[in-house]
Antibody
């Protein structure tokens, strides 16, 4: 069974940092890109970042470029999202999602999501 | 860059058919694939339709996708509506610049 499990969310003050993790199982991890997609409370989905299977391809949404950093450890079957300079606009549920081949990837499996709250 | 625009809400009666549209703001709708997701309340999104019209495994054939070049839009049709179809539906596409774009989502109410 394919599973993606996020962890590391929580409450952080504006300007603070947080690191999310996504642990995968049930598929050949290194063969797939992994994405982070977020959803602000009561709002729609927003793609945040993507990392290719080998870790060599990395992409960010303009809204997080320069503040967020994505990485992966294929030996641990995990992807990480390091978030800095957080603002209230970064509040939301963060999902990791498996992607198909670049560039026209779609997201075929999703984690359960992890809530990040940026508030003083 | 382009935007994908969806109606905020749509409704239908059990057994009927509804269509949810997704209009691309610039560039041809046919130039990159459109994918559709369902998100039930309190749940993670689930892929329904990929590459314009292909059903994901396990998705009933009541769900179908299409694109219309004349209106520059993609559509998700749901026939034989069931109460369990009540959810938010999102379209998504690749913008050609290593970014992936979602529509704003359409809330389906089954009356």
């Amino acid at each position: 069974e394919i599973q993606l499990v996020e962890s590391g969310g929580g409450l952080v003050k504006p300007g603070g940092s947080l690191r999310l993790s996504c642990a995968a199982s049930g598929f050949t991890f290194s063969s797939f890109n992994i994405n982070w997609v977020r959803q602000a409370p009561g709002k729609g989905l927003e793609w945040v970042s993507s990392v290719g299977g080998g870790g060599g391809y990395i992409y960010y949404a303009e809204s997080v470029k320069g503040r967020f950093s994505i990485s992966r450890d294929n030996a641990k079957k995990s992807v990480y999202l390091q978030m800095h300079s957080l603002t209230a606009e970064d509040t939301g549920v963060y999902y990791c999602a498996r992607g198909g081949d670049y560039p026209e990837a779609y997201f075929d499996f999703w984690g359960q999501g992890m809530l990040v709250t940026v508030s003083s | 860059n382009f935007m994908l625009t969806q109606a905020h809400s749509v409704s239908g009666s059990p057994g009927k058919t509804v269509t949810i549209s997704c209009t691309r703001s610039s560039g041809s709708i046919a130039s990159t694939y459109v994918h559709w997701y369902q998100q039930r309340p309190g749940s993670s999104p689930r892929i329904l339709i990929y590459e314009d019209k292909k059903r994901s495994p396990g998705v009933p054939d009541r769900f179908s996708g299409s694109i219309d070049r004349s209106s520059n839009s993609a559509s998700l049709s749901i026939s034989g509506l069931k109460t369990e179809d009540e959810a938010d539906y999102y379209c998504q596409s690749y913008d050609g610049w290593n970014h992936w774009v979602f529509g704003g989502g359409t809330k389906l109410t089954v009356l």
